[in-house]
């Protein structure tokens, strides 16, 4: 029965992963539609639907494009090779294996170099996601907890987590552009126009950027996700403490972390150090305790070790 | 009169649209089913083509175990040969035991264990339980997930009508054998 309430919560995450993500473009389309449309109304006051179509073009666009290429330039920004067949074969053969258990396309394989521990998965589908791992991660990792991290990283490619992160990363960037462009503009038309002009865009603009941002922090913040993940990985490899293992290792390396990309650092099992300070992802907190997500997984080896051996459930 | 009809007729289309949707669920649901069962045979051959290998690396080093070595190639033929979702799964067992027991005697030749192509077989074999119970877990998560939509109303209405059979789910006998054998030098 156990296994049964879990799979249900597993299915409805990705439906709520995927809603999450629709809502999300569509928010940026309205926003970069309406700030186009209100710098072309500040311009040419008869012209601000061009305006407003063209922005929704550009970003129409531009989300194709991240859809289509997002998860590779994400590969890129992070440094990552390709992992050798022979070099990283217990990687490869471990990333198959939960690939299998989860019933998702094999994704490829990446590698960063990278003395610390840590992971990311990137993928707007299942069907074209990639796994990186740092060689830190490989040389220290044993075989168990390298399954438990991959079966981690496995679980946010099949419940979407990684498109949502995709779009979530895209839509950040956008922000701070549309910000850049609206302070130069309202400073350009503040004293030509009179401040009606400008200051009614300034509420458009709050109008429509409080709530995605809001929406934002809440679903980067969303600490389930990481536990969902968590349970997904138990979930898939039945056996919990491998996961809790690395996570104790994670937390006890002190290797220095290779210099991170801000853009990227939500996706990793556990945040760089360094990136947390800088840039618009300083705001979130993306990932729970450590300390939290090893005693829930030890409490659920507790339990596995009953339940998980029995029969699966016949219904 | 007029707007009568036209809500029944619209009553009648959202029905076959919502019909069409349950039986489309289900018909996905079960070819997810037949398609994680293709998957354990993939991996089950995979393991089949690994033993020859293995036999012929092992063979040159352990001289006088003929008969372990004799007991992996019988249970190998007898795993192939097996008819039917119940003798496999017990043939399988037989094989995964067989092999447990020659890496167990493995241990005593410090030759063998040093050798390179024995320690990337032993990576691939160990690999290849994993993805065998891998795929068997899909399998019973994907059944058990289609099983319970075919009870579920109102699935079960569409199910009765279209002659929707429940699958059968891989149960291992030995509840030892759910493990992956540890194939581990160390």
């Not at chain 1, 129409?60 to 067949?85: C, N």
């Not at chain 1, 053969?93 to 019933?103: P, Q, R, S, T």
């Not at chain 2, 003929?66 to 097996?82: F, G, N, P, S, Y």
């Not at chain 2, 994907?142 to 209405?157: H, I």
Request: aromatic fraction near 8%; charged fraction near 20%; glycine fraction near 6%.
């Amino acid at each position: 029965m156990i296994i049964e309430r879990r799979r249900t919560t597993f299915w409805s995450e990705e439906a709520r992963n995927k809603r999450a993500t629709g809502c999300l473009v569509f928010c940026v389309l309205v926003l970069t539609s309406a700030v186009i449309g209100g710098i072309a109304y500040l311009v040419q006051p008869e012209f601000w639907w061009a305006g407003a179509l063209g922005g929704l073009f550009l970003a129409l666009i531009l989300f194709t494009y991240v859809a289509q290429y997002g998860p590779k330039q994400l590969i890129q920004i992070a440094g990552a090779r390709d992992a050798d067949p022979e070099e990283q074969r217990r990687m490869i053969d471990v990333g198959h294996e939960m690939a299998i258990a989860a019933g998702i396309p094999v994704p490829k394989f990446y590698v960063t170099d990278d003395p610390s521990i840590n992971a990311f998965s990137v993928g707007f589908n299942p069907s074209n996601a990639a796994v990186c791992f740092t060689t830190g991660a490989l040389e220290k990792l044993n075989r168990d907890e390298l399954q438990g991290v991959m079966a981690h990283e496995i679980s946010h490619i099949k419940n979407y987590d990684t498109r949502l992160m995709t779009m979530l990363a895209l839509t950040l960037g956008l922000l701070v552009v549309i910000r850049s462009v609206f302070l130069r503009s309202g400073g350009l038309s503040g004293r030509d126009r009179g401040r009606s002009g400008a200051g009614g865009i300034l509420v458009l603009i709050l109008v429509i950027v409080a709530p995605i941002l809001t929406m934002l922090i809440n679903l980067a913040t969303s600490r389930k996700r990481e536990f969902l993940a968590d349970a997904t990985a138990a979930q898939l490899t039945r056996y919990p403490d491998g996961l809790a293992d690395a996570l104790e290792k994670i937390e006890a390396d002190s290797s220095p972390p290779a210099e991170v990309n801000a853009a990227i650092s939500p996706l990793f099992i556990s945040s760089p150090a360094g990136a947390e300070s800088d840039s618009a992802f300083s705001l979130f907190s993306t990932h729970p305790s450590t300390r939290e997500r090893i005693a829930r997984l030890r409490s659920m080896g507790l339990i596995n070790r009953d339940a998980m051996t029995d029969q699966p459930p016949t219904v | 009169m007029f707007t009568g009809l036209v809500i029944f007729l619209v009553a009648i289309a959202l029905l076959v649209f919502l019909f069409v949707a349950l039986y489309n669920g289900l018909v996905s649901l079960r070819q997810q089913a037949i398609n994680a069962w293709a998957q354990i045979d993939v991996q089950l051959r995979r393991r089949y083509d690994l033993i020859p290998n293995l036999v012929e690396t092992v063979k040159q080093y352990m001289k006088y175990e003929q008969e372990t070595l004799e007991k992996v190639i019988q249970a190998r033929q007898r795993a192939m040969d097996a008819q039917g979702m119940r003798a496999q799964g017990e043939a399988e067992n037989a094989l995964t035991h067989a092999l447990g027991g020659l890496f167990a005697v493995a241990e005593s030749y410090p030759d063998l264990k040093a050798s390179q192509n024995m320690q990337n077989l032993q990576e691939e074999l160990a690999s290849t339980e994993n993805r065998i119970s891998a795929a068997r877990q899909f399998y019973n998560d994907s059944v058990m997930e289609y099983n319970t939509k075919l009870q579920q109303f109102p699935q079960s209405v569409v199910a009765n009508m279209f002659g929707f059979k429940p699958r059968e789910m891989f149960e291992i006998e030995d509840p030892g054998a759910r493990e992956p054998v540890k194939v581990s030098f160390s």
